[in-house]
């Protein structure tokens, strides 16, 4: 059975840093990505992830202050956050896709996890 659990959630002040796990149970996958969701808005795409470790995929947005990375001996992803603003604020979500392409949209992801919560503070 596969599972994917996220960590590392939690209130932090604008400037501040966060680092986000997913550990991954049942089986590896050839690609994962984090996806967030605001109150009232769409799930939406932030980073993903090729199982080698060097294809990456970023929301234009956010490329710079977020950066994915994987361990694979862990069966882990990464979601590093620094500079962090009150917009930043969400469910994270962890997703796991069987794709050989790297995607950005919720289609490309088959399992997804319970979502870990990100309050950033002004």
């Known amino acids: 059975q596969v599972h994917l659990v996220e960590s590392g959630g939690g209130l932090v002040q604008a400037g501040g840093s966060l680092r986000l796990s997913c550990t991954v149970s049942?089986?590896?996958?050839?690609?994962y990505g984090w996806f967030r969701q605001a109150p009232g808005l769409e799930r939406e795409f932030v980073a993903a992830?090729?199982?080698?470790?060097?294809?990456?995929v970023y929301s234009n947005s956010l490329k710079g202050r977020f950066t994915i990375s994987r361990d694979n001996t862990k069966n882990t992803v990464y979601l590093q956050m620094n500079n962090l603003k009150p917009e930043d604020t969400a469910v994270y979500y962890c997703?796991?896709?069987?794709?050989?392409?790297?995607?950005?949209?919720?289609?490309?992801?088959?399992?997804w996890g319970q979502g870990t919560q990100v309050t950033v503070s002004s």
């Open positions: 992830i090729h199982w080698n470790g060097r294809n990456t």
């Open positions: 997703a796991a896709s069987t794709s050989l392409v790297v995607g950005s949209g919720r289609g490309d992801y088959d399992f």
């Open positions: 049942g089986r590896t996958f050839s690609n």
